[in-house]
């Protein structure tokens, strides 16, 4: 069985804006396994962007439930 590479159980985000709550992700789940490819894709303010910002370390779930694998990414640079 391949190994878990990003997996994410009921993660919500949720913004305030003054009075009002706005649910970017309410209760997500998926698992990303080594060697598989995956795409998002959605409508307009379905989350996509929120979830690449929590992947990224760039934004904080309001529940939070995530885990990925850390990766060492290799700098390959052309010579010319």
Do not use: C, H
Not at 21 to 28: C, E, H, R, Y
């Amino acid at each position: 069985m391949p190994a878990k590479l990003i997996e994410f159980n009921n993660v919500s985000k949720q913004y305030i804006m003054g009075e009002v709550k706005i649910d970017a992700l309410k209760n997500v789940s998926f698992t990303i396994n080594e060697g598989e490819l995956a795409i998002i894709l959605g409508a307009s303010g379905a989350g996509k962007t929120t979830v690449l910002n929590l992947l990224g370390g760039m934004d904080r779930a309001t529940v939070e439930a995530y885990s990925w694998k850390i990766m060492t990414l290799l700098n390959i640079t052309n010579q010319n």
